[in-house]
């Protein structure tokens, strides 16, 4: 795998981006490549774990940058010379600053949340990515599994434009700690449930 482009986006904040993005970087560490993230969204989340990561790790094993929306394509094309993955974060909006990030992706993979709203909110991303001829990846996030909410939302996505991933992450506590803690879920403490979603969705990103 060489110089893989993954570019994470939704529209409607919360949606779990950021956590995708980490949990993302942290599988393919362990699988032996090398990975930077580039954060695009101004609140800075991805910095923050960074940040967070440094000061747990020491060596925070992988690369990080920032870049505004049209510098993007600039910053992929340095760092593609350097890591085997490169992932993006964007803002939690849809316009034309979010299509260079589109543009520069292999992948994009769009988290919705288990909510009707975060799925009509999934409209724009996949508008603009229709206009860069590519096709997204939705993955179902924060999921309450055996729900009737998550049966609706999941039939409902099934419908849109996009490849819907079996792979889900569910609503579990051990994602939002690890984040604050600057880790992945594969790296807590203890292995659970979490473990094999994210290897799950690694899968069959990947494989």
């Known amino acids: 795998m060489s110089g893989l482009v993954i570019t994470v986006a939704q529209q409607k904040g919360g949606a779990g981006k950021t956590t995708l993005a980490v949990n993302l970087a942290v599988g393919f560490l362990q699988r032996g490549l090398s990975v930077a993230l580039l954060d695009t969204d101004p609140q800075g989340s991805l910095g923050r774990w960074f940040m967070a990561r440094r000061d747990v790790l020491g060596e925070p094993g992988l690369e990080f940058s920032t870049s505004s929306a049209w510098g993007v394509s600039y910053e992929v094309e340095k760092l593609k010379r350097s890591v085997d993955v490169v992932i993006i974060d964007t803002p939690p909006k849809v316009d ?16 919705v949340a288990a909510s009707h709203v975060d799925l009509w909110a999934t409209e724009g991303v996949l508008d603009l990515a229709r206009r860069e001829n590519k096709r997204p990846k939705v993955v179902l996030n924060r999921v309450k599994r055996g729900t009737r909410l998550d049966a609706e939302v999941r039939e409902s996505a099934e419908q849109l434009e996009a490849d819907l991933l079996d792979a889900v992450l569910a609503h579990r506590v051990v994602y939002a700690e690890t984040l604050g803690q600057g880790l992945g879920a594969l790296e807590a403490a203890r292995k659970g449930p979490a473990h094999a979603e994210v290897l799950a969705l690694l899968a069959e990103l990947t494989d």
Not at 98 to 110: C, G, Q, S, Y
């Open 96 to 111: 034309s600053d979010l299509r260079p990030a589109l543009r520069e992706a292999d992948v994009i993979l769009v988290p």
